[in-house]
């Protein structure tokens, strides 16, 4: 689906900016030469999180339940695959993290840098479970790749649940009937937490947190291949009236940013805007800076490290010199997660990589904390 490719890329180069815009000496200098641009990342750029928390819903309905029945025969070996292909690129992003910390940190002062980590920060950050075990971050973002895990077996276990409570095989009657109950499940879960969860912030670590945006995806997906155009319409109609209820009782930029997503995504499947663009070669660059988004958010922030540790050596220096340093971060941000996205994030999930990664960040974190 290149169209959904375009619009992670676009998401993925703001929240890059975002973080680049927020950490280090220099974009305070780059300020003065384009103080609107990195004003607007600073303050709106997390948003563009959005974006891909509702493109996760819309892909997790495609690939687990397409006409609303869970089509996943083991839910804890597809739950286990899913880890597998999250953490293989998150841990080796996570020992470079941990690795460039170690080495800036005589050179910049403040909280942009990491402290050493623990023996359970690893393990936690390993696991997944850093925010619910209450363990400082030891990269920018990572809190997206747990909740993503989280949101994923949140999502199977609302379609798996139908399937575990019945006790006897359905007929086709049946079938067809129990295809709206995940669907049901999703919205219900879905509307409590644009109501309810998403304006508690102590929950913020969990999956119901943001479930919301995440729900509104999936719901878009099946809105999109509804056959009828009657259904259609209610549907959408439905998708909007969810959304400005909860924005009614409570106006967040985030959910608003979730919505718009969320419709123009449904829109664009049901008119067929999604395969637009189809290139045999990918050509496109933001095609192909979406395809590897999530090796540039995972590794963007050792990145930015390294580079603002670098311009920190130069002493006193004019605006352009941090505004230059800007991009040069993110062009080698791109080049490190274009190496990330080949190496690791491309290979097929495999238990003994992931132990390998594992174990990498374990020692190396141990190392720097000497």
Not at 85 to 105: D, E, I, K, Q
Not at 111 to 118: C, E
Not at 259 to 284: C, F, H, K, T
Not at 337 to 356: C, G, I, M, N
Request: aromatic fraction near 10%; proline fraction near 5%.
């Amino acid at each position: 689906m290149p169209l959904l490719d375009i619009a992670k890329g676009l998401a993925c180069a703001v929240i890059v900016g975002h973080h680049l815009s927020r950490y280090g000496a220099m974009p305070v200098g780059a300020f003065l030469l384009v103080p609107g641009l990195l004003g607007w990342l600073a303050s709106d750029g997390r948003l563009a999180v959005q974006v891909f928390l509702v493109i996760a819903g819309f892909l997790a309905a495609s690939s687990l339940a397409p006409d609303g029945l869970l089509r996943v025969d083991r839910p804890m070996a597809r739950i286990l695959q899913r880890y597998g292909r999250l953490v293989m690129p998150y841990l080796a992003a996570l020992t470079v993290s941990v690795l460039v910390a170690a080495l800036v940190r005589p050179w910049m002062v403040g909280d942009d840098v990491p402290a050493a980590p623990s023996i359970g920060q690893l393990l936690a950050h390993g696991l997944l479970m850093q925010d619910l075990l209450g363990y400082e971050a030891l990269s920018t973002g990572v809190w997206y790749v747990a909740i993503d895990f989280q949101l994923f077996v949140l999502a199977l276990a609302l379609m798996g649940l139908p399937a575990m409570l019945r006790r006897a095989p359905a007929g086709a009657a049946a079938a067809s009937y129990e295809r709206w109950i995940p669907v049901a499940l999703v919205l219900a879960v879905a509307t409590a937490s644009l109501l309810l969860f998403n304006r508690n912030a102590d929950l913020d670590g969990t999956a119901f947190y943001f479930f919301g945006a995440y729900g509104l995806g999936m719901l878009a997906f099946w809105i999109g291949r509804a056959t009828r155009a009657s259904t259609w319409r209610s549907a959408i109609v439905l998708l909007a009236l969810t959304g400005a209820g909860a924005l009614a009782v409570d106006w967040r930029s985030r959910i608003a940013t979730a919505l718009v997503s969320a419709l123009l995504i449904a829109v664009a499947q049901r008119r067929g805007w999604l395969s637009l663009g189809r290139r045999p070669d990918a050509a496109m660059p933001l095609q192909r800076l979406g395809r590897m988004s999530y090796s540039l958010f995972l590794i963007h922030f050792p990145v930015l490290l390294a580079t603002n540790a670098a311009a920190a050596q130069l002493g006193p220096h004019p605006a352009w010199i941090d505004a230059l340093g800007l991009a040069a971060t993110f062009g080698l941000s791109v080049a490190a997660a274009q190496l990330l996205h080949r190496r690791v994030e491309l290979r097929p999930a495999s238990w003994r990589v992931v132990a390998a990664l594992f174990a990498g960040l374990l020692v190396s974190g141990m190392l720097v904390s000497f």
